[in-house]
């Protein structure tokens, strides 16, 4: 599975977007990319997962650069409950591992 | 929807003593991972299983833990005995098959302290 590297912490203002990158470069043509979250206390929680193409629901928006290498979570309006750890992961799912790094923590800010 | 199940939330035990945690999937997911996560680091697996059979166990420190899942469904992981590098927080997460393989839904863990 491809590493990953997340800045440490990022801060945000409550009502902004907030845009945490992800740089997967050694990503290989099969691997996806997959977000989770970690609110204090709580196990982690899936947000969103992506190949190629950018995708959306109703937690987040995931840009993926055309070349694979790097890609954005974006969160549009931040809220004090998305205070949290990110963590993006970038994997073939032939074994179903979920390999977690140390992961983004951002904090949203009145 | 009944999400992943865990007991104890919390557990002070003393080196060398034994302990259990147990988890209850989400119905119907026949695949079930337990993950242990040391303050500061993310969720490292140590075992996973698909229906009652292991699937990946290579990062179970075997010496001194196992972990079944007699029936598939509950599953128990036990350490005998611990060490003080154990304390951590123990998930347990499941997922159905036939989903996308990295969307895994995890319980609240268990604390696990070991003095």
């Known amino acids: 599975d491809a590493k990953t590297t997340q800045p440490p912490s990022m801060d945000c203002a409550e009502g902004r977007a907030a845009n945490l990158p992800c740089n997967h470069s050694t990503i290989s043509g099969n691997e996806y990319v997959y977000w989770y979250r970690q609110i204090h206390s709580q196990g982690p929680q899936y947000i969103i997962h992506?190949?190629?193409n950018n995708e959306t629901n109703e937690m987040a928006s995931l840009i993926i650069t055309e070349d694979r290498k790097s890609s954005t979570l974006i969160l549009p309006h931040a809220t004090l409950r998305d205070t949290a750890v990110y963590y993006c992961?970038?994997?073939?799912?032939?074994?179903?591992?979920?390999?977690f790094g140390q992961g983004t923590t951002l904090q949203v800010k009145p | 929807e009944a999400g992943v199940a865990q007991s104890p939330r919390y557990k002070i035990i003393e080196k060398r003593q034994s302990v259990a945690f147990w988890c209850n999937p989400i119905s119907g997911h026949a695949t079930l991972y337990w993950y242990q996560q040391i303050l500061g680091q993310g969720p490292k697996l140590l075992i996973q299983?698909?229906?009652?059979?292991?699937?990946?166990d290579s990062q179970l420190p075997k010496d001194r833990f196992s972990a079944e899942r007699l029936k598939g469904v509950d599953s128990t992981l036990k350490i005998q005995p611990a060490k003080l590098e154990d304390s951590a927080v123990y998930l347990c997460?499941?997922?159905?098959?036939?989903?996308?393989?990295?969307?895994?839904?995890f319980g609240p863990g268990t604390r696990l302290t070991v003095t």
């Open positions: 997460a499941s997922s159905p098959l036939g989903g996308p393989w990295g969307e895994q839904y």
């Open positions: 992961i970038a994997g073939r799912g032939n074994t179903g591992k979920l390999i």
């Open positions: 992506g190949l190629k």
């Open positions: 299983f698909q229906n009652n059979g292991v699937v990946d």
